[in-house]
Every structure is written in C-alpha cells, then in structure tokens.
C-alpha cells in the first residue's frame, strides 16, 4: 500500500513520564462532549469494551467537540476509502476500574511473587490507573483520549503487528521502528504493520494529537498526556461527561 507517511519513521519527540503527566495543571474549558458515531463514512465506531461486556461500558464513543473536528482532519488525510476505527473514547470511572482491576488480575496471576505495589506499576504501563480528580483524572475520562485503528476499503482492519489492547513490548509504537534501526530481520508482516503504524502516527499528528508511546492505537488531545509531550504549559480538558438526560441520580 502507498501513502504518503510510508517512509516517514515514527518518532519520539519527547519522553513520556506519568508522573510528569499528573504534574500537568489543567484548566477545564467546559467543551462538552459529543458522539462520534454521526459520521460513518469517515469514522467507524466499534465500542469494543461494550461489546465484550466490560462492566461500566456503553454503546458510543464520546469525545470533545475539537477532538471529533480534529479525527475528521486525520480522517481526510488517509487514502481514498480508507476510514478512522474508533475503538474507545470517553470513559466513565466505573469502566476504567473494571479495565484496571482485570489487568491487574492477569498480572497477579501471572506473577504471583510481586507485591502489590509492583502490579499496580505494571499494570498502569497500560491501564491508567482511575481517577475522577479533577488534578490528575485519567486520560479517557476527559474525552481527549481515543484508542483507534484504521480500516481499508473492502473493510478489513490494516495490520497492526498486534491486537488492540496486546499488553506487551510488541504493542509499543516504535517496536517496530527499532527493530528496522537495529536492522533486525523483519517479515513481510513486520513490515506492512511497520508502515501501517506510521499510516496512523501520520495522520493523527498531523491533526494535532499526541501518541502514548506504549500503546500504538492510543491517541490525545487536550489532556494532560498531551500538554506534556506538546511542551504546553496547561491542559483544557479535565473531567468530562455526556448529558443524559435520563440518567439516574
């Protein structure tokens, strides 16, 4: 496949630290949240935690209103046919809670002489850990976060090298990238997700996000992961939520 990020590398421009991150000040600025699902034949949403039954999941993907314009400018810099897959967005705390209290449970299963406190590091290299405070809230609960991938014409999802939410060194957004600097031999299938990845990278900076490094389908806009790697000096997107309005009290 051609486009015109193919031979463009991922790069890092500055070192991710969650730590750095919640030190981020953030300012709300009220942007409410809208459904992403109005415009199919742009972007695809696939709520893939509500289908899988995930406690605390629902069946749409909000974002911000900027960060919605902003997927329909990454949206219209992919090939022709080629769509944005959303796979996650807004979060509430309850689903962020049950993602994190699994992963931590695979984990201890996995490794059952770790204490405590090293699964909690672990597991929050790929499940934030969940916050509703409005210093440090967790980076889908503001609704400038997304996890996405790309879908081709004939509707089949481009090759990614691993599955959405792969909690291993393969699912970093460089894995690639350094095993073709270190001039690793690589498979047809390295190489296609290799360029697949910076299909997406391409696009998704291009319209303004930022990427979180461990994760190739996770993208930010506003929030404090984003203030960080953009060198800003606030975030605008705090704590968020859709209005419903029958929600129960």
């Known amino acids: 496949m051609k486009h015109p990020y193919k031979d463009m590398p991922i790069y890092s421009a500055r070192a991710f630290s969650w730590e750095e991150s919640k030190a981020m000040p953030v300012e709300e600025n009220g942007e409410e949240l809208v459904p ?20 605390g999941a629902i069946p749409e993907c909000y974002v911000r209103r900027t960060v919605l314009s902003r997927l329909l400018k990454a949206a219209d810099l992919l090939p022709q046919g080629f769509r944005l897959v959303l796979l996650d967005a807004w979060r509430p705390k309850a689903l962020q809670t049950s993602l994190f209290q699994k992963f931590r449970s695979e984990l201890r299963e996995r490794m059952p002489l770790l204490d405590d406190q090293e699964i909690t590091a672990l597991a929050s290299q790929f499940v934030a850990l969940p916050s509703a405070q409005s210093i440090s809230p967790s980076p889908h609960i503001t ?4 996890d996405l991938t790309i879908v081709d014409d004939s509707g089949i999802c481009l090759e990614m090298g691993t599955e959405f939410d792969t909690t291993t060194e393969k699912s970093g957004t460089v894995y690639y990238e350094k095993k073709a600097e270190a001039k690793e031999k690589m498979s047809a299938e ?5 360029y697949n990845r910076r299909l997406l990278f391409g696009v998704m900076t291009k319209a303004g996000f930022t990427n979180y490094p461990d994760e190739w389908w996770h993208y930010d806009y506003g929030n404090q992961n984003w203030a960080l790697l953009k060198g800003e000096k606030e975030a605008f997107y705090g704590v968020s939520e859709p209005f419903f309005r029958w929600q129960s009290s």
Not at 143 to 146: E, K, L, M, N
Not at 190 to 194: L, P, R, V
């Open 36 to 55: 992403a699902s109005l415009v199919p034949e742009k972007i695809l949403v696939r709520p893939l935690y509500y289908i899988h039954g995930i406690e």
């Open 190 to 194: 390295d190489m296609e997700a290799m």
């Open 143 to 146: 609704g400038g976060a997304v």
